[in-house]
Protein backbone atom coordinates (compact mmCIF):
# COMPACT_ATOMS: atom_id res chain seq x y z
CA UNK A 1 0.00 0.00 0.00
CA UNK A 2 1.30 3.53 -0.84
CA UNK A 3 2.09 5.35 2.18
CA UNK A 4 1.11 8.94 3.19
CA UNK A 5 4.03 11.48 4.28
CA UNK A 6 3.19 13.03 7.93
CA UNK A 7 5.53 15.66 8.63
CA UNK A 8 5.14 17.69 11.75
CA UNK A 9 7.34 20.68 12.67
CA UNK A 10 7.87 23.16 15.63
CA UNK A 11 4.89 25.25 15.30
CA UNK A 12 2.08 25.02 17.65
CA UNK A 13 -0.88 22.51 17.21
CA UNK A 14 0.32 19.55 17.94
CA UNK A 15 -2.42 18.09 19.15
CA UNK A 16 -3.56 18.13 15.38
CA UNK A 17 -0.89 16.01 14.27
CA UNK A 18 -1.25 13.70 16.95
CA UNK A 19 -4.87 13.25 16.07
CA UNK A 20 -4.31 12.80 11.99
CA UNK A 21 -1.31 10.10 12.89
CA UNK A 22 -4.30 8.08 14.88
CA UNK A 23 -7.23 8.35 12.78
CA UNK A 24 -4.88 7.51 9.83
CA UNK A 25 -3.76 4.25 11.51
CA UNK A 26 -7.54 3.21 12.55
CA UNK A 27 -7.93 3.69 9.20
CA UNK A 28 -5.63 1.21 8.33
CA UNK A 29 -2.94 3.76 6.54
CA UNK A 30 0.71 2.90 5.78
CA UNK A 31 2.21 6.23 7.28
CA UNK A 32 5.71 7.74 7.82
CA UNK A 33 6.11 10.22 10.05
CA UNK A 34 8.98 12.79 10.76
CA UNK A 35 8.88 15.16 13.22
CA UNK A 36 11.18 17.98 12.84
CA UNK A 37 13.82 18.72 15.35
CA UNK A 38 11.60 21.64 16.57
CA UNK A 39 8.22 19.57 17.27
CA UNK A 40 9.83 17.41 19.54
CA UNK A 41 10.78 20.75 22.04
CA UNK A 42 7.00 22.22 21.28
CA UNK A 43 5.41 18.73 21.50
CA UNK A 44 7.23 18.60 24.95
CA UNK A 45 6.02 22.20 25.83
CA UNK A 46 2.42 21.48 24.44
CA UNK A 47 2.17 17.82 26.49
CA UNK A 48 4.36 17.97 28.87
CA UNK A 49 6.05 14.67 27.79
CA UNK A 50 9.39 13.96 25.43
CA UNK A 51 8.65 11.99 22.35
CA UNK A 52 11.39 9.24 22.25
CA UNK A 53 13.73 10.51 19.23
CA UNK A 54 15.13 6.85 18.52
CA UNK A 55 12.19 5.60 15.64
CA UNK A 56 11.57 2.48 17.16
CA UNK A 57 10.96 3.83 20.88
CA UNK A 58 8.96 6.56 19.00
CA UNK A 59 6.75 3.66 17.35
CA UNK A 60 6.27 1.80 20.36
CA UNK A 61 5.20 5.61 22.01
CA UNK A 62 2.25 6.56 19.52
CA UNK A 63 1.47 2.91 19.65
CA UNK A 64 0.99 3.21 23.35
CA UNK A 65 -0.50 6.12 23.46
CA UNK A 66 -3.26 5.43 20.96
CA UNK A 67 -3.86 1.92 22.15
CA UNK A 68 -3.79 1.10 18.58
CA UNK A 69 -2.21 -1.85 16.57
CA UNK A 70 -3.94 -0.88 13.14
CA UNK A 71 -1.92 0.09 9.82
CA UNK A 72 1.75 0.72 9.64
CA UNK A 73 3.49 3.22 11.29
CA UNK A 74 7.46 3.94 10.33
CA UNK A 75 8.71 6.99 11.94
CA UNK A 76 12.33 8.50 11.11
CA UNK A 77 14.70 11.38 12.83
CA UNK A 78 14.66 14.93 10.86
CA UNK A 79 18.36 13.73 9.48
CA UNK A 80 17.74 10.96 8.16
CA UNK A 81 18.07 12.12 4.90
CA UNK A 82 18.83 8.29 3.27
CA UNK A 83 15.53 7.29 4.10
CA UNK A 84 13.42 5.97 1.48
CA UNK A 85 10.86 8.46 1.50
CA UNK A 86 13.63 10.55 0.37
CA UNK A 87 13.94 9.45 -3.00
CA UNK A 88 11.20 10.57 -5.97
CA UNK A 89 11.31 6.28 -6.79
CA UNK A 90 9.64 5.74 -3.55
CA UNK A 91 5.54 6.01 -4.51
CA UNK A 92 3.32 7.99 -1.99
CA UNK A 93 -0.27 8.90 -2.05
CA UNK A 94 1.40 12.36 -1.18
CA UNK A 95 2.43 14.60 2.13
CA UNK A 96 0.71 16.59 4.95
CA UNK A 97 2.77 18.94 6.97
CA UNK A 98 0.75 19.57 10.41
CA UNK A 99 1.56 22.04 11.48
CA UNK A 100 3.49 23.98 9.49
CA UNK A 101 6.61 26.51 11.14
CA UNK A 102 7.14 29.00 8.95
CA UNK A 103 10.40 28.39 9.30
CA UNK A 104 9.93 25.21 7.58
CA UNK A 105 7.17 26.72 5.18
CA UNK A 106 10.39 29.13 3.94
CA UNK A 107 13.11 26.65 3.27
CA UNK A 108 10.75 24.54 1.47
CA UNK A 109 9.86 27.62 -0.78
CA UNK A 110 13.67 28.55 -1.28
CA UNK A 111 14.16 25.10 -2.70
CA UNK A 112 16.68 24.64 0.12
CA UNK A 113 16.28 21.48 1.41
CA UNK A 114 18.26 20.64 4.66
CA UNK A 115 16.54 18.19 6.78
CA UNK A 116 14.24 14.77 5.44
CA UNK A 117 10.46 17.44 5.51
CA UNK A 118 12.47 19.41 3.27
CA UNK A 119 13.43 17.40 1.01
CA UNK A 120 10.51 15.14 0.81
CA UNK A 121 8.22 18.29 0.30
CA UNK A 122 11.21 18.78 -2.29
CA UNK A 123 10.04 15.52 -3.83
CA UNK A 124 6.48 15.71 -4.24
CA UNK A 125 6.37 18.90 -5.64
CA UNK A 126 8.96 17.72 -8.39
CA UNK A 127 7.57 14.38 -8.92
CA UNK A 128 3.79 16.29 -9.14
CA UNK A 129 2.60 14.38 -5.94
CA UNK A 130 -0.05 16.28 -3.64
CA UNK A 131 1.79 18.06 -0.58
CA UNK A 132 -1.02 19.82 1.92
CA UNK A 133 0.97 22.66 3.77
CA UNK A 134 -0.74 23.06 6.97
CA UNK A 135 0.67 26.56 8.14
CA UNK A 136 0.23 27.75 11.79
CA UNK A 137 1.07 31.39 12.45
CA UNK A 138 -0.65 34.85 13.33
CA UNK A 139 -0.07 37.10 12.15
CA UNK A 140 1.30 36.20 8.86
CA UNK A 141 4.27 38.78 7.88
CA UNK A 142 4.75 39.59 4.09
CA UNK A 143 7.09 36.95 3.44
CA UNK A 144 4.94 34.09 5.05
CA UNK A 145 2.55 35.03 2.69
CA UNK A 146 4.83 35.69 -0.14
CA UNK A 147 6.10 31.84 0.34
CA UNK A 148 2.81 30.16 0.68
CA UNK A 149 1.67 32.37 -2.82
CA UNK A 150 5.28 30.94 -3.99
CA UNK A 151 4.53 27.45 -2.75
CA UNK A 152 1.02 27.13 -3.88
CA UNK A 153 1.89 28.21 -7.34
CA UNK A 154 4.58 25.26 -7.48
CA UNK A 155 1.68 22.72 -6.68
CA UNK A 156 1.11 22.67 -3.13
CA UNK A 157 -1.97 23.23 -1.47
CA UNK A 158 -2.00 25.63 1.56
CA UNK A 159 -4.71 24.15 4.09
CA UNK A 160 -4.83 26.11 7.32
CA UNK A 161 -6.94 24.42 10.07
CA UNK A 162 -9.47 26.38 10.75
CA UNK A 163 -12.58 25.89 12.59
CA UNK A 164 -15.91 26.38 11.25
CA UNK A 165 -18.55 27.69 13.69
CA UNK A 166 -21.10 25.95 11.46
CA UNK A 167 -20.40 22.93 12.28
CA UNK A 168 -21.61 23.60 16.28
CA UNK A 169 -18.84 21.75 18.06
CA UNK A 170 -19.49 20.93 21.41
CA UNK A 171 -15.77 20.51 22.45
CA UNK A 172 -12.80 20.77 21.48
CA UNK A 173 -12.26 17.43 20.10
CA UNK A 174 -15.28 17.45 18.16
CA UNK A 175 -13.36 20.56 16.62
CA UNK A 176 -10.17 18.91 16.41
CA UNK A 177 -11.90 16.38 14.41
CA UNK A 178 -13.60 18.68 11.58
CA UNK A 179 -10.16 20.02 11.27
CA UNK A 180 -8.18 17.23 10.70
CA UNK A 181 -10.80 15.28 8.61
CA UNK A 182 -11.09 18.27 6.38
CA UNK A 183 -7.45 18.47 5.85
CA UNK A 184 -7.42 14.82 4.60
CA UNK A 185 -10.39 15.69 2.51
CA UNK A 186 -7.56 17.27 0.15
CA UNK A 187 -6.32 14.19 -0.03
CA UNK A 188 -9.19 12.15 -0.54
CA UNK A 189 -8.30 10.15 2.44
CA UNK A 190 -11.26 9.41 4.80
CA UNK A 191 -10.76 8.91 8.09
CA UNK A 192 -12.99 6.08 9.51
CA UNK A 193 -14.20 6.03 13.36
CA UNK A 194 -15.02 9.32 12.55
CA UNK A 195 -18.63 10.53 12.53
CA UNK A 196 -18.74 13.04 9.78
CA UNK A 197 -22.31 14.21 10.68
CA UNK A 198 -21.36 14.59 14.77
CA UNK A 199 -18.98 16.73 13.30
CA UNK A 200 -21.64 18.50 10.73
CA UNK A 201 -19.70 18.70 7.69
C1 LIG B 1 6.07 26.52 22.23
C2 LIG B 1 6.48 26.99 20.85
C3 LIG B 1 5.51 27.28 19.93
C4 LIG B 1 5.84 27.71 18.64
N1 LIG B 1 4.85 27.97 17.76
C5 LIG B 1 5.17 28.33 16.49
C6 LIG B 1 4.13 28.54 15.52
O1 LIG B 1 2.93 28.39 15.80
N2 LIG B 1 4.51 28.85 14.25
C7 LIG B 1 5.83 28.97 13.88
O2 LIG B 1 6.11 29.24 12.70
N3 LIG B 1 6.83 28.79 14.78
C8 LIG B 1 6.54 28.47 16.07
N4 LIG B 1 7.55 28.26 16.99
C9 LIG B 1 8.95 28.48 16.58
C10 LIG B 1 9.52 27.26 15.83
O3 LIG B 1 9.47 26.11 16.65
C11 LIG B 1 10.99 27.56 15.45
O4 LIG B 1 11.03 28.59 14.48
C12 LIG B 1 11.69 26.32 14.92
O5 LIG B 1 13.03 26.64 14.61
C13 LIG B 1 11.00 25.75 13.70
O6 LIG B 1 11.78 24.67 13.24
P1 LIG B 1 11.18 23.61 12.21
O7 LIG B 1 10.57 24.37 11.11
O8 LIG B 1 12.38 22.82 11.77
O9 LIG B 1 10.22 22.77 12.97
C14 LIG B 1 7.21 27.85 18.28
C15 LIG B 1 8.21 27.53 19.22
C16 LIG B 1 7.85 27.11 20.49
C17 LIG B 1 8.94 26.75 21.48
Keep these: M ?17 RAIDLLLRSDYSIDVILS ?6 WNSENNIQVPLDSVKQEYFWRNRFNNNKGKLTCHKWNENSAGIASGSYITKGMVILPCSMGTLGRIAS ?3 IDLIERCADVHLKEGRPLIISPRESPFNL ?17 PCIPAWYAHPKDLQEMIDFMVVRLF ?6 LKEINRWKVKI
Design 111 to 113: GCS
Design 143 to 159: IHLRNMSFLSEAGAKIV
Design 2 to 18: ESIVIAVTGASAQILAE
Design 185 to 190: DTLNIE
Design 37 to 42: KGAYEV
